[in-house]
Structure formats: C-alpha cells, structure tokens
C-alpha cells in the first residue's frame, strides 16, 4: 500500500481552480520532486498535503486513513508530517533549541530533557549544534533553513513536506541545506519536494513531477524526465530552465 | 487656625511650597492610590484584551459544524459590542453608572469599583492594541506553529502572543502613562485618589491655584518616572537573545569561531 494517494483532488481559490483533478501516489521512503513554473499549483499541492489549505474535492488517503474526513484528528497528523517553508518561519521569539523543543513539549508531551536531548541530536545532524543557543534573528539563510529541518525532524515525521527549501536563500547558502536535504533521502525519508533545482531534483528524486496549470502533466524518473521528456509543456519548462 | 490662609505666602511658588509641606502625606496617599488603580488597571486590562483580543482572532474552518460556527459568531460579536461600548463611552460615565448600579448586587468600596471600571475600560482598549500587535505577526508564525501539530490555542499563548505583545509593548505602556491620569475622573466615586486628596487640600486651604500646581508637579512626577522605566524595559526586550547581557564582555557568542582559534 502506498504511503500517500491523492485521487482527483481539486482545490480552488474563489472561482480560481488552482489544481484539477490531481492523482498521485508516493511509496513509502520515496522522494518525490515537484516541479514546474511558478502558479502550477506545486505549493498548493503541498500545503494541501498537511491540510494547511483544505481541498475542495477529491481524496488524500496517507497510511490508508482519509485524511479528509470530519473526524480525523488534524493536529496529531500533522505532527507526523514536517513542513519546511521557504522563508523558514523559525519562531522568532525564541533560540534555536527552543524552536526545537516547543513541539516535542507542546504537542507530543515530552520532558523538558528529552525534547533537549533529542533536539541537541538532530541539531547536531544538520551541523548546527554550536548554535543551539543562538537567537535565530542572528542566523544566515542556510542556518535558519537548518534549524528548520532540525525542528521538523524533531517531530520524528514520518513525511517530510518542502516547499522550496532553497528559494529565499543567497546561492551560496543553497548548497548547505540541499546537502541536509539529500542525507535524508539516503535515510530513507520519504519527501515532497518543491524545487527549481533540477540538478538536486535529479540527484535525490525517485521520481520528478512535472505540474503545469495545476494538472500534473507528466512524472517519471528524473533519468525519463530530463533526458526524454514526452510532453510539449515539460520540454518547453526544461527548455527554459536549463538553458 | 481661623484665617489659615493668611498664614500662607501669596505667591504661587511659595504657597504651593507651603501647601506640599504641610499636606504631603494627604498627596502622597493619593498618589499612591493613583498608582494602585492605574498599574492593577492595567494589568487586568491586559488579561482583559489578551483574552477579546484572542476570542475575536479565532477563525472560521470549513470543518466546524453549524453549532460551533453559531457560537464563534455570538462570541465575535459579544467582543465587538464590549469593545465598541467601552471606547466609545467616557470612562467618567461608566465609573457613576456601574458604581451605583452595581452596588445594589455587590457592596463594594470606591476603590474596588474603581479597579473594577478602569480595568474593563483599559480592557477594551488592550483589545484593539493587542489585535494590531496578533496582525503585525507574519502569517507564517502561525503556520509553522499548526504544521507541527500545535492547535490553535497553543499555536496563540506559545507562538503568536508572545511575538504580538512584544511588538505591541509601547502602546501598551502607553495604555499604563494614560491610566495614571485617566483615573483622576474616578474622584466622582469618591476614590481617594490624587486629584480627589488634592480637591480636598485645596477646600482646607481654599487656594485652588497653588494646590493644583502640587498636585501637576506630582502627576508628571509619576508620567516621567513610569515612561523612563518603559523605555528601559523596551531596550531590554529589543536586545537580540543569545548575545549575552551587558555585563558579558564578549559582543557575541559565536564558539565556531572559539573553536578555530585552538585548533591554530
């Protein structure tokens, strides 16, 4: 069974239809690359994915529950799913353990010590452990999308949501959080990403999503994909992008 | 005693001398009574405003039912009316009306009432204040806060409040320098406070000019004081975390860079 199942979702914003008819399945441990130019729906798609936006239509089945239904318990799901923004969204108020700890405390009732302990641990695996302490008004781009994947990964995910991680920051910054970002995919995270790094989306996707006009237009293997794309629009898109 | 006023000097400098001499502790009880009302006021108030302000932040989701949707509307509009009712009615009619309408139910002193009345008054306001300080509060606060589970009550009192009354912090001091003034109108419940000891030095004395020159001195006295030390805790609260306090000699804590330094 498939970790995630999206069938004909549909969101709409007023009478602006923003995804149609959306079908897509991800497997467990897979990392999954969306792309596409800007207002295809990728974001959307995303933030759909945690029900920050609430669909209109259709189904989101993940680990064989509908997550859709009036009953289901949102908030303890979405402890289970990580969401990184692209302007990071630490808690500004606080360091950056804190930004850790308040949701192990908070939503999944852990001690004060534990919540430590474990987020010294994954501060430590995105190699921000010197900074723990640190406000994270102080902190760079790179260290602030750190932190970021450190507080999500605290949470212990089961699904990791990325809406361009790397956008907001200066281009020498960007390779330090995809490095994080690949790690994880070689520990089998399964992740959604939304890139415009094709060459990351090459190297860590299982399989690239091409969204066009909020339809998924094509998806393959990033080998299919970016050597042989079949659709106008895709080649038109790379096209571009690659140049 | 008969001619009381002879005894004091006919200018305004030195019969308002003469008077703060003679009748300080009748000031000084006023003023700390001024300072009682004014400083409990507006911590109530803040309690008060948090809570309107949090009730008329509560949002819509598709998921509620009817009930939950009818109850959200009746409590947004419960905090409407007291918001509107108070600001826009002086706090002087206020205090004479709930003073003597409620005493029939609770027997209560001047000062409580007053309390009481500037409270809910500054509530109102610390509404509004507190609601501009939750909108200042970029939207993505929130969300990082939902997407890790928090609901939204957590999502507010741990994440969004905190943010929201530092931001909103001056006005909010600005809120406590009016009290201190505003509760002059309560001497028409008879509240012992600055203006109303300062009514009373002055019918003894029967010099209402050189009094109430005591009684301006006092009331900016307290204005000044209270807005140094706001500003003080508005420095404070500005000051980026993690950089250590004055005391510390180090401008910054950056151990990456300790670490270098032993390696070399």
Same mark, same amino acid.
């Given at each position: 069974?498939?970790?995630?199942?999206i069938?004909?979702?549909?969101?709409?914003f007023?009478?602006?239809?923003?995804?149609?008819?959306?079908?897509?399945?991800?497997?467990?441990?897979?990392?999954?690359?969306?792309?596409?130019?800007?207002?295809?729906g990728?974001?959307?798609?995303?933030?759909?994915?945690?029900?920050?936006?609430?669909?209109?239509?259709?189904?989101?089945?993940?680990?064989?529950?509908?997550i859709?239904?009036?009953?289901?318990?949102i908030?303890?799901?979405?402890?289970?799913v990580?969401?990184?923004?692209?302007?990071?969204?630490?808690?500004?108020?606080?360091?950056?353990?804190?930004?850790c700890?308040?949701?192990?405390?908070?939503?999944?009732k852990?001690?004060?010590?534990?919540?430590?302990?474990?987020?010294?641990?994954y501060?430590e695996?995105?190699?921000m452990?010197?900074?723990?302490n640190?406000?994270?008004?102080?902190?760079?781009?790179?260290?602030?999308? +750190?932190?970021?994947?450190? +507080?999500?990964?605290?949470m212990?995910?089961?699904?990791l949501?990325?809406?361009?991680p790397?956008?907001?920051?200066?281009?020498?910054?960007?390779?330090?959080?995809?490095?994080?970002?690949?790690?994880?995919?070689?520990?089998?995270?399964?992740m959604?990403?939304v890139?415009h790094?094709?060459?990351?989306?090459?190297?860590?996707?299982?399989?690239?999503?091409?969204?066009?006009?909020?339809?998924?237009?094509?998806?393959?293997?990033p080998?299919?994909m970016?050597?042989?794309?079949?659709?106008? +629009?895709?080649?038109?898109?790379?096209? +571009?992008?690659?140049? | 005693?008969?001619?009381?006023?002879?005894?004091?000097?006919?200018?305004?400098?030195?019969?308002?001398?003469?008077?703060?001499?003679?009748?300080?502790?009748?000031?000084?009880?006023?003023?700390?009574?001024?300072?009682?009302?004014s400083?409990?006021?507006?911590?109530?108030?803040?309690?008060?405003?948090?809570?309107?302000?949090?009730?008329?932040?509560v949002?819509?989701?598709?998921?509620?039912?009817?009930?939950?949707?009818?109850?959200?509307?009746?409590?947004?509009?419960?905090?409407?009316?007291?918001?509107?009712?108070?600001?826009g009615?002086?706090?002087?009619?206020?205090a004479?009306?709930l003073?003597?309408?409620?005493?029939?139910?609770?027997?209560?002193?001047?000062?409580?009432?007053?309390i009481?009345?500037?409270?809910?008054? @500054?509530?109102?306001?610390?509404?509004? #204040?507190?609601?501009?300080g #939750?909108?200042?509060?970029?939207?993505?606060?929130?969300?990082?806060?939902?997407?890790?589970?928090?609901?939204?009550?957590?999502?507010m009192?741990?994440?969004?409040?905190?943010?929201a009354?530092?931001?909103a912090?001056?006005?909010?001091?600005?809120?406590?320098v009016?009290?201190?003034?505003?509760?002059?109108?309560?001497?028409?419940?008879?509240?012992?406070?600055?203006?109303?000891?300062?009514?009373?030095?002055?019918?003894?004395?029967?010099?209402?000019?050189?009094?109430?020159?005591?009684?301006?001195?006092?009331?900016l006295?307290? @204005?000044f004081?209270?807005?140094q030390?706001?500003r003080?805790?508005?420095?404070?609260?500005d000051?980026?975390?993690g950089?250590?306090?004055?005391?510390?000699?180090?401008?910054?804590?950056?151990?990456?860079?300790?670490?270098?330094?032993?390696?070399?």
């Amino acid at each position: 069974m498939s970790l995630i199942e999206i069938k004909n979702l549909n969101k709409s914003f007023g009478s602006n239809l923003v995804l149609k008819d959306i079908n897509l399945t991800v497997e467990e441990k897979q990392v999954v690359c969306l792309i596409g130019s800007s207002g295809s729906g990728k974001s959307t798609l995303l933030r759909c994915i945690n029900l920050l936006e609430t669909p209109n239509g259709g189904e989101i089945i993940v680990d064989g529950q509908n997550i859709m239904t009036a009953d289901f318990d949102i908030n303890k799901y979405r402890s289970h799913v990580g969401m990184i923004f692209q302007s990071f969204n630490l808690f500004s108020h606080m360091n950056a353990i804190q930004n850790c700890m308040v949701g192990q405390t908070e939503v999944l009732k852990l001690s004060k010590s534990e919540a430590k302990a474990i987020s010294l641990k994954y501060l430590e695996k995105v190699g921000m452990l010197e900074f723990a302490n640190q406000s994270v008004k102080s902190l760079s781009g790179g260290q602030k999308q +750190r932190v970021a994947i450190a +507080r999500a990964l605290c949470m212990e995910p089961r699904i990791l949501l990325l809406d361009e991680p790397t956008s907001a920051l200066d281009p020498e910054m960007v390779g330090e959080v995809l490095e994080v970002i690949k790690q994880l995919a070689k520990e089998g995270l399964t992740m959604l990403i939304v890139t415009h790094e094709m060459s990351f989306a090459n190297d860590v996707a299982d399989t690239v999503v091409f969204m066009d006009q909020g339809v998924v237009c094509e998806y393959g293997s990033p080998k299919e994909m970016f050597s042989n794309p079949k659709h106008l +629009r895709t080649k038109e898109f790379l096209a +571009r992008i690659l140049r | 005693m008969f001619f009381l006023g002879s005894k004091i000097p006919a200018d305004l400098l030195g019969g308002s001398w003469y008077i703060y001499q003679r009748y300080a502790p009748l000031f000084w009880a006023g003023a700390r009574t001024t300072l009682l009302i004014s400083l409990s006021a507006t911590i109530i108030g803040l309690i008060i405003g948090l809570i309107v302000a949090s009730i008329r932040n509560v949002k819509f989701t598709p998921k509620d039912s009817l009930l939950s949707k009818l109850f959200k509307k009746f409590m947004h509009l419960l905090a409407t009316i007291y918001i509107e009712v108070f600001r826009g009615t002086p706090m002087m009619v206020q205090a004479v009306f709930l003073y003597h309408g409620l005493r029939q139910y609770i027997m209560w002193s001047p000062i409580q009432a007053g309390i009481f009345i500037v409270s809910i008054n @500054t509530g109102a306001y610390m509404a509004e #204040i507190i609601r501009a300080g #939750i909108q200042s509060i970029d939207d993505g606060q929130y969300e990082a806060a939902r997407s890790i589970g928090m609901n939204n009550t957590q999502a507010m009192i741990k994440i969004i409040l905190p943010q929201a009354i530092r931001n909103a912090f001056p006005a909010i001091g600005n809120e406590f320098v009016v009290n201190i003034k505003d509760t002059s109108v309560l001497n028409v419940i008879s509240v012992t406070e600055l203006f109303f000891q300062s009514n009373s030095v002055a019918g003894i004395v029967f010099r209402y000019r050189d009094t109430f020159l005591v009684t301006a001195v006092i009331y900016l006295f307290l @204005t000044f004081t209270t807005t140094q030390i706001l500003r003080a805790i508005e420095r404070k609260l500005d000051s980026p975390k993690g950089f250590g306090g004055a005391s510390q000699s180090m401008p910054g804590n950056f151990p990456s860079l300790k670490r270098k330094e032993q390696k070399a």
